[in-house]
């Protein structure tokens, strides 16, 4: 099975400072994702990469930016971090093919910004 | 583009009843449709998928889901529920890059 882990898994930090979360893979899945989970919300997509330095946005992707410059890593930024931006937030993978396909989810980071 | 409805926010039901959570999704071609579970504080596990075929997806745990074209459906099932099975419920379709859209997830509260 493909390896994802984030980090770090929980986070407070103050409003206006800077924060990044890491997803790390460990086999050479292209796709990889972000997602925000917030009740009454479901999950939704910040930001999604489909190769190294090749990244597009999802429905929620305001405050958030993303870099990619190794297959396995994939760094979701927020640059100022804001209160509505507390948060658990997940990283996929796209895996397999055919039958076998389907995605893999790390353990989420829980970011608490006061 | 592509979307997810699950109508019930919340359900209960007893333990030993049967269970059916509603997925209703809008995408333009053959969707790959997805039901995960998701436990207090917990990540998501899945439960099945379907991606073409028989229309009727057997899953882990007991759970089965019919996928109807025609009603734009994909709801969840299971004969009889546990007390374990109380837990978040998220459908899903794949769309466009391989990115996977949610619905709002149901609450599932089972009552002994």
């Known amino acids: 099975d493909a390896g994802i882990t984030q980090s770090p898994r929980h986070k407070v930090t103050e409003t206006g400072t800077p924060v990044t979360l890491r997803c790390h893979q460990t086999?050479?899945?292209?796709?990889m994702y972000w997602y925000r989970q917030d009740p009454g919300h479901g999950l939704r997509l910040i930001h999604y990469?489909?190769?190294?330095?090749?990244?597009d946005k999802g429905e929620v992707s305001d405050g958030y930016s993303v870099s990619r410059s190794k297959t396995e890593d994939f760094l979701l930024t927020l640059e100022s971090a804001t209160s509505s931006q507390t948060s658990v937030y997940f990283c996929?993978?796209?895996?397999?093919?055919?039958?076998?396909?389907?995605?893999?989810f790390g353990s989420g980071t829980r970011l608490t910004v006061v | 583009a592509q979307s997810v409805t699950q109508p019930d926010i919340h359900i209960t039901v007893s333990e030993g009843a049967s269970l059916e959570l509603r997925c209703n999704y809008s995408?333009?071609?053959?969707?790959?449709l997805f039901w995960y579970v998701q436990s207090p504080g917990q990540g998501l596990q899945l439960l099945l998928k379907?991606?073409?075929?028989?229309?009727l997806v057997q899953g882990i745990k007991g759970f089965e889901a019919e996928f109807k074209r025609s009603q734009s459906s994909f709801n969840l099932r299971k004969p009889s529920v546990h007390w374990s099975d109380a837990a978040e419920y998220f459908c899903a379709v794949q769309g466009g890059s391989e990115k996977l859209v949610f619905g709002k997830g149901t609450k599932l509260t089972v009552n002994p």
């Open positions: 990469s489909y190769g190294v330095k090749d990244t």
């Open positions: 379907y991606f073409s075929g028989d229309t």
């Open positions: 086999e050479n899945h292209r796709y």
């Open positions: 995408y333009g071609a053959t969707p790959y």
């Open positions: 996929a993978i796209s895996v397999g093919y055919r039958e076998d396909y389907g995605y893999t």
